[in-house]
């Protein structure tokens, strides 16, 4: 499963069975947490020929859930994550992610739709920008798919296997 998806999942996850890392005043569950990654010309074609960017940063998340009078649970995540990369030659760049769903539970799995998007610019020659829109199905815990993409854009990772190709958050 793909990193930024098992992120997403986890902290969803963790606001879900334990309880809230911090509850706003509106009743949503706000984390931050450290974000990594390293991700390498042989995953992702959209970066030059044997390049590798070592990144870390700050995510946050906020996450609500409500359950309706007819006992519809929906679950409303944002996540956003910034911080600097690193390539072999020691250029620097900066990258930003961000995540938004909308999900509905039946039967003990979610679906709903998704925003996913990721971004890395600075002074070497790696420059990406990669994201998609779709309607996902998940349980939080084992599987993710997104079945129905409505939009996608510079190859951020297989709908199929769930395998990361440019999009490594």
Do not use: W
């Amino acid at each position: 499963m793909r990193p930024s998806v098992v992120t997403v999942i986890g902290v969803v996850s963790f606001a879900l069975s334990l309880g809230s890392i911090v509850v706003a005043s509106n009743g949503a569950t706000v984390e931050t947490f450290p974000v990594s990654f390293v991700l390498t010309s042989a995953t992702c074609s959209n970066l030059p020929s044997e390049t590798e960017l070592v990144g870390s940063g700050t995510g946050k998340s906020i996450t609500t859930t409500r359950t309706d009078r007819d006992g519809v649970v929906t679950v409303r995540n944002s996540t956003h994550s910034q911080g600097t990369a690193t390539d072999q030659d020691g250029n620097t760049y900066v990258f930003n992610y961000s995540n938004e769903f909308r999900a509905t539970l039946d039967g003990g799995v979610y679906s709903g739709f998704m925003t996913d998007s990721f971004a890395v610019a600075g002074h070497g020659p790696a420059r990406l920008n990669n994201g998609f829109v779709g309607h996902f199905v998940s349980d939080f815990s084992t599987f993710f798919t997104v079945p129905d993409v409505v939009s996608s854009h510079g190859d951020p990772l297989d709908f199929v296997t769930g395998e990361v190709h440019c999009d490594p958050l």
